[in-house]
């Protein structure tokens, strides 16, 4: 999987938006709320982060290459600094995974209006 992979991913998902609050970095957000993000260093990426459950944040946070995420941490967000330690379709899990995460946490309204349908919580199972 590439960056173009990743942001392509992403905007795909219902109610996404590409937005740029942190200079160059490509922030991830559904509902006004972040769930992805590449950090870019000059024009390079710098890897991705990305918001996880409580469960996957212990479990990824201690395979080689993904620590907690700088600022996110308390958060459950992870960050990779390359896309080497996940294989690509764990990385499309996970990215859609943070997606229903946060989307699950907007207002009933908000989610109608962006065609997200509500998730029983054991659908966010990071394990499924």
Request: positive net charge; charged residues 25%.
């Amino acid at each position: 999987m590439t960056y173009a992979d990743i942001e392509k991913l992403c905007r795909k998902m219902r109610g996404v938006t590409l937005e740029y609050p942190f200079g160059n970095s490509k922030v991830f957000k559904v509902g006004g709320k972040m769930f992805a993000m590449i950090p870019m260093n000059g024009k390079k990426a710098g890897g991705i982060w990305f918001k996880v459950g409580e469960s996957s944040f212990q479990i990824l946070t201690r395979v080689k290459g993904i620590k907690p995420c700088p600022y996110l941490a308390r958060a459950h967000w992870v960050a990779m600094e390359h896309l080497m330690p996940l294989k690509a379709n764990e990385l499309r899990a996970y990215l859609e995974r943070a997606h229903a995460i946060v989307g699950n946490k907007l207002p009933k309204k908000k989610r109608e209006a962006l065609g997200i349908a509500p998730l029983p919580s054991e659908d966010l199972n990071p394990f499924l």
